[in-house]
């Protein structure tokens, strides 16, 4: 049984979205107590109400909290990095495209589909073939030679679609109820469970006053919203975090519409920011996103320049990270100057993405050119 996410009406699984309010899907909050096991999906698992088989994972997930020594100092508040950029495909995307196959395939689909020119698509691709069930990845025309590679590679089914790309996200879901297709897409309700599990695994370790989430669609937000509220339905944790929405301020539907306090978001015109995993001008779950932050939670966004500055930061402490990842870090320094996350106060940022897949954004850096016969001095004089 599903939920709308605004009004409440209960529709059953073939629906994705409420026809009524047009807004997304989701399960019901639930409460449960944590088991024993090595991975998160088994210690969990009261949490995750369908068939849930690690026949079809491939290692997503209880990834390593980090902290930052040198950026703690520097802002002067206690910084941790949720490190997704370990997934098997390199992004967060694993975990929730692990639970909505699994939907999928227990609910007896014989074809997965997503709408995705990167991260998505290669762990829509990866899973299914994985699964062994047939998938298509649904590309936009203009789609650079570069960000096939990682998809096509796993052996899905590419398909560039002519015209709207936003509007593929609607169309997708329209034509697979009719096909039998089951579309994964960023804020699938089965899919947006599966990014509970990072919620999950933080308050295993800490109790953050701050969890910073780089938001495009809003599925990863709501997910991590909806397992903190959980945990404390659950009476596991005494208090929800503070969940900061981190935009790119050159494609902000979210941040804008809360600027003008606005009860929708609307449209992002000619979006343009580096952060190319977080450009999605029309979000699907972006009310539902604006929703949640009007019970307290904080939004913020930062320019390019502000996400190369950052992504470059994270990397001098060892993590590379693509520059959507890094927004969360460049919020973080805006907050703290504008002293709306106060002093000492405990931050996670999830780093959602690994940097190695898009080196062609990563800022210039200088390297030196010594001969064989002068090593010697040229590392004397940079001792
Ligand atoms: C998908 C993605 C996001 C945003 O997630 P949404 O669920 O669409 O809000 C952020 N960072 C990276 C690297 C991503 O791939």
Not at 128 to 141: N, Q
Not at 314 to 338: D, R
């Amino acid at each position: 049984m599903l939920y709308c996410s605004k009004c409440g009406r209960e529709y059953s699984d073939e629906f994705l979205r409420c026809p009524i309010c047009n807004e997304p899907l989701q399960l019901p909050y639930l409460k449960g107590e944590i088991e024993r096991g090595k991975r998160v999906w088994e210690r969990y698992l009261e949490f995750f109400p369908f068939p849930l088989s690690l026949r079809y994972s491939l290692g997503e997930g209880d990834t390593p909290l980090v902290y930052l020594p040198n950026l703690s100092k520097q802002l002067n508040v206690e910084l941790y990095v949720k490190n997704e950029t370990v997934n098997p495909t390199w992004s967060f995307k694993d975990r929730g495209t692990f639970t909505a196959i699994n939907y999928a395939i227990s609910s007896g689909y014989k074809y997965v589909g997503t709408v995705s020119t990167g991260n998505m698509g290669a762990s829509v691709a990866a899973y299914t073939s994985h699964a062994g069930v047939k998938s298509f990845v649904l590309l936009s025309e203009d789609i650079p030679q570069e960000k096939l590679l990682p998809i096509g590679v796993y052996g899905a089914k590419m398909i560039k679609v002519r015209g709207d790309y936003g509007e593929l996200y609607y169309r997708s879901i329209e034509i697979g109820k009719k096909l039998g297709i089951y579309f994964i897409n960023s804020d699938n309700p089965y899919r947006v469970e599966g990014y509970k599990s990072i919620s999950f695994e933080i308050a295993e370790e800490l109790q953050p006053d701050y969890v910073v989430i780089p938001t495009s669609s809003g599925g990863l937000f709501s997910g991590i919203y909806k397992g903190f509220y959980e945990l404390k339905k659950s009476n596991i944790i005494e208090d929800m975090p503070k969940l900061v929405c981190a935009q790119a301020l050159g494609c902000s539907p979210i941040y804008t519409a809360l600027k003008e306090e606005r009860e929708n978001i609307e449209r992002f015109e000619n979006p343009e920011t580096i952060a190319k995993a977080i450009k999605n001008p029309y979000p699907p779950s972006g009310n539902r996103v604006l929703r949640i932050l009007k019970e307290g939670h904080l939004c913020e966004a930062a320019t390019d320049e502000e996400i190369l500055k950052a992504q470059k930061e994270l990397a001098q402490e060892g993590l590379f990270v693509q520059p959507a990842s890094a927004t969360s870090l460049a919020v973080v320094q805006k907050l703290v100057s504008e002293n709306k996350i106060e002093e000492k106060s405990v931050v996670v940022l999830i780093l959602t993405g690994a940097g190695i897949k898009t080196t062609t954004s990563y800022l210039p850096f200088s390297t030196l050119t010594c001969g064989l016969d002068n090593l010697s001095s040229c590392l004397i004089e940079n001792l």
